[in-house]
């Protein structure tokens, strides 16, 4: 025991040298809810080109934010970056992040990828659209729209992803801002109707689920299916884009924005620059699957084989106003 | 003859009885509780805002099923362990059967499995598109029959898989010490081998058994991994989308306070009902013999210890290993050596924080178990119960305040000296973790009967002697214990780490948040394999521990009082 304490002992002893780092001028600080794995060969190509070190610590976004809240102007952090476009609405809501003036962002991302106010961009995108067997959905019979999943030959053939998914919320509030909370209501209501089981607590189980038979169609972001093809080339399924004849696939982002007490806002301009440009982009979608931000810029190879699609235009902040109403909406509508 | 059931001596004049007995002893266990106290009281503060717009919302729709369904999983839970964790500490303690010896400690294991990782892979293993339903419908053609998995039903079983070894380790022990002249003193006075076992060595075993029942449940009800991963609504379900569906941290800090209020109820009922007992054990076990099960009795001895071992330990890890092999061998890097070393390290660090005030706390009740020291040492214990997150955020609340005003001093913004620091993290641990610390600090302490300490001072023997030759070996299997315990718990904790880790502290919890966060089970693998492994270390250590205490329990213990005599000092 004597030798357990002892090596306590030595391992705080260490700790305490290495604690409360003073931060440099040549680093940047990033507050990230995207996955280190997906941002971490950006950071060093980025510190490569530039110098600039970039520090990061990932958490899921409510945490995060919660966090620039409180450390208020004595946060470290200079970058606040989600994988959601509510959370970044949310985060400039609460006037955590800065308006950022750059010629450059604004004309690399599209309109309805940035917050209208330039506190937030899009810097890659994630669009949700079905998943299905094509052994057991016939060509014709695929939905022409998100409504038309609520439609009643889908009885017990739908898998869904649970509705705490941010994904969802996103979609939902989308689709109220679209046809109202009325309709909407209706629709996840004939989408509870048609499951064919209980919600997933991801995309890939309810892919894995039509794969098995359990289900004939999933809704879910088109990186996740890229993913699974990685990993079994052979899974009998196949992409459709929703909403082709209407308003087009519902997209969201990956995203940042500078915060509002950035010790550093000329490194990090420097980062969300570089990240909207060209090699960044390739990467970006590259690394998970996903669509460049930027439309002159293809996607990955095997991304692009699914073809191209029309995106829903409505600009994502509507995505964040309408968050909260999405929830209670899914709440009221049965949609766990 | 074993025990006696004595009854709280009179408070009054009772801390002279005790070495060290300083009068600032209530004090010192109401700073502890204080310091554990401020953030668990900063989330009762959020009362202040009550948003009645999400309440109401709450209370129409989801509030009522999620209520349902967190009792459901706390009757669940609590049955199963009890039935899981005592049968089993029964069996291994009392009794003889094949391979007896190696379930004794084999059992112990499912400790070192965080439930959010027995979950995914529990579903991976089990749900309709996994090998085991996939393996029915090419022999059946069907597997519809199957019981579904992501139900209450399957949450139960995980949550118990995880769960029962807290009451089996402690139940064990107290089978143990009680030493065969119980039973047989029992089945002398006419009661059959069941009636011997309900009406007496149960009774005499309930502290323990209520402690660790009261550490599973607390545990099941401040868990979010494992029900997110089933998408099965409980009231920390609540919490989170209150957090990340309606960004209300208020709304959220108010649930999380009543999910508090409900814990001190049920803490502070089971020590009501409890009464005034107090049970000193001081028996000479270890010789009985043992009862032998013989025919189908040992051999349902032996599938009930498999079934339990192999679904909660052995399948699981085979799951995750396939996926490590067959997906992600590649994510494995020299990293993973670093993340090993830091995960160990905060582990180690917060243990021997937390058992000190742990100690401090108990030491304090036992010395002056007034009203306020009483309370204070059970208010310390709360943190337990919250959620991971919700307790993260406050301590980071209070400690970006600090910040703040240490900022204003020095005029010197931007610069952190507390948040984003490891003392963050470890202050949040310590709370977290301070029920699993003092339960074993406490009961250690407990069996310490204080005719011991007077019959050592009555020889002569002063307060440093006592403390040295008659605590300190006595406390040192129960600190060590609650260290380790204190030290797995860390290792598996994944909220807390998450917020308040400094740049580059990541842990191997980290690293499955990152992949499990997105559904990359198989990716997940590898550093759940690893903080599997990496938690077996301090589980082995308490193993052993147990196995040389049991050793200890056969020779004459405790130290009689003339072997404090200086020519014949006692020896732990």
């Given amino acids: 025991m004597h030798r357990f304490l002892l090596s306590g002992l030595l391992a705080a002893g260490l700790t305490v040298g290495g604690v409360a780092p003073v931060l440099a001028d040549d680093e940047v ?185 359990q289900c004939d169609i999933a809704l879910v972001n088109s990186y996740y299916f890229g993913r699974l093809l990685n990993q079994n080339p052979d899974v009998p399924l196949d992409i459709h884009w929703v909403g082709q004849d209407g308003d087009g696939v519902h997209v969201n982002i990956s995203g940042a924005g500078i915060t509002r007490h950035a010790k550093r806002p000329e490194a990090a301009r420097q980062l969300l620059e570089w990240l909207a440009g060209e090699e960044a982009q390739s990467l970006f979608g590259a690394l998970n699957m996903e669509y460049p931000a930027r439309e002159d810029i293809t996607p990955e190879e095997r991304v692009a084989s699914w073809g191209t699609f029309r995106a829903d235009q409505t600009n994502l902040s509507e995505a964040g106003r309408l968050q909260t109403q999405a929830v209670m909406l899914m709440d009221r509508a049965g949609f766990r | 003859m074993s025990a006696t059931a004595a009854s709280a001596t009179a408070t009054t004049g009772r801390w002279n009885r005790w070495p060290l007995p300083l009068r600032g002893w209530r004090w010192l266990a109401v700073v502890v509780a204080a310091v554990v106290l401020g953030p668990i009281l900063v989330t009762v503060a959020a009362w202040g805002q009550i948003d009645t717009m999400i309440w109401s919302h709450l209370w129409s729709t989801v509030l009522g099923r999620l209520v349902t369904n967190t009792l459901l999983l706390i009757v669940g839970v609590g049955c199963s362990v009890l039935v899981i964790g005592v049968s089993l500490a029964w069996l291994t303690a009392v009794c003889e059967f094949p391979g007896r010896r190696f379930f004794d400690w084999a059992l112990m294991l499912p400790l070192a499995v965080p439930a959010y990782v027995l979950a995914f892979t529990f579903i991976g293993i089990f749900d309709f598109s996994g090998p085991v339903q996939t393996l029915l419908r090419d022999l059946f053609g069907s597997s519809d029959w199957f019981p579904p998995v992501r139900s209450a039903g399957g949450v139960i079983l995980v949550m118990s898989l995880v769960l029962y070894p807290y009451v089996y380790m402690l139940a064990r022990t107290a089978f143990l010490a009680q030493g065969g002249g119980v039973m047989e003193a029992a089945r002398l006075s006419g009661l059959g081998p069941w009636q011997s076992f309900f009406r007496v060595a149960l009774p005499m075993a309930r502290p323990a058994i209520a402690a660790g029942t009261a550490l599973a449940l607390m545990e099941a009800l401040a868990d979010f991994g494992a029900v997110a991963v089933f998408n099965y609504d409980t009231f920390t379900t609540a919490i989170y989308k209150v957090w990340f569906g309606f960004f209300s941290l208020e709304t959220a800090a108010q649930l999380a306070s009543l999910l508090l209020l409900f814990v001190a109820l049920a803490v502070f009922g089971e020590r009501y009902t409890r009464g005034r007992a107090r049970f000193y054990q001081h028996g000479s076990p270890g010789s009985q013999p043992r009862i032998k099960l013989r025919g189908w009795r040992g051999i349902a001895a032996v599938a009930a210890c498999v079934a339990v071992l192999g679904l909660a330990f052995v399948v699981p890890l085979i799951q995750l290993l396939w996926w490590v092999f067959a997906h992600s061998l590649a994510d494995f890097n020299r990293q993973y050596l670093d993340l090993l070393m830091r995960t160990l390290g905060l582990g180690l660090m917060a243990a021997m924080i937390t058992v000190t005030l742990a100690l401090l706390l108990a030491y304090a009740k036992r010395v002056q178990p007034d009203w306020l020291t009483r309370r204070a040492v059970a208010a310390s214990t709360l943190g337990y119960a919250l959620p991971g997150s919700v307790l993260a955020v406050a301590v980071m609340l209070v400690f970006t305040r600090l910040d703040g005003w240490i900022a204003g001093m020095l005029g010197d913004p931007g610069n952190q000296w507390l948040t984003g620091t490891v003392w963050a993290l470890l202050l949040a641990y310590g709370i977290r973790f301070m029920a699993v610390a003092f339960n074993s600090v406490d009961s250690a302490l407990e069996q310490i009967r204080p005719s011991l300490a007077d019959a050592a001072r009555s020889l002569g023997a002063g307060p440093g002697r006592v403390i040295r030759q008659v605590y300190v070996p006595m406390l040192r299997p129960g600190l060590f214990a609650g260290a380790l315990l204190v030290c797995v718990d860390v290792m598996k904790e994944m909220p807390a780490t998450l917020l308040l880790r400094p740049y580059g502290w990541d842990t191997l919890a980290v690293r499955i948040f990152e992949f499990t966060s997105d559904g990359e089970w198989q990716r997940a693998a590898v550093p759940a394999v690893t903080l599997i492994l990496v938690g077996l270390l301090p589980v082995m250590l308490l193993v052993r521990r147990s196995v040389v205490q049991r050793r200890r329990m056969a020779a004459p213990v405790p130290p009689a009082p003339e072997e404090l005599h200086p020519a014949a000092p006692a020896r732990p």
């Avoid at chain 1, 794995?37 to 976004?61: C, M, S």
């Avoid at chain 1, 004309?107 to 106010?117: C, F, G, S, T």
């Avoid at chain 1, 309810?206 to 038979?213: D, I, P, Q, R, S």
């Fill in chain 1, 29 to 213: 600080v990033v507050y990230s809810s995207r996955q280190e794995h997906l941002i971490k060969p950006l950071f060093d190509r980025f510190t490569e080109q530039t110098g600039i070190r970039v520090r990061y610590v990932t958490d899921n976004a409510g945490p995060l934010m919660a966090r620039l809240r409180s450390e208020g102007r004595n946060t470290p952090a200079d970058v606040f970056m989600t994988v959601d476009a509510g959370n970044l609405w949310q985060a400039a809501e609460h006037n955590l992040l800065a308006e950022l003036d750059s010629e450059l962002l604004q004309d690399a991302i599209p309109a309805h990828l940035r917050d209208p106010d330039n506190r937030w961009f899009g810097l890659s995108v994630r669009a949700r659209t079905v998943v299905y067997s094509p052994e057991r959905v016939d060509a014709d019979e695929l939905p022409g729209s998100y409504e038309d999943l609520a439609d009643e030959r889908w009885h017990g053939r739908l898998c869904l992803r649970t509705s705490q998914s941010v994904y969802n919320q996103s979609l939902i509030a989308t689709m109220i801002a679209r046809n109202g909370a009325d309709d909407t209501e209706e629709t996840v209501r004939g989408w509870v109707s048609n499951l064919a089981t209980q919600p997933f607590s991801n995309d890939t189980s309810a892919m894995e689920a039509v794969a098995a038979g």
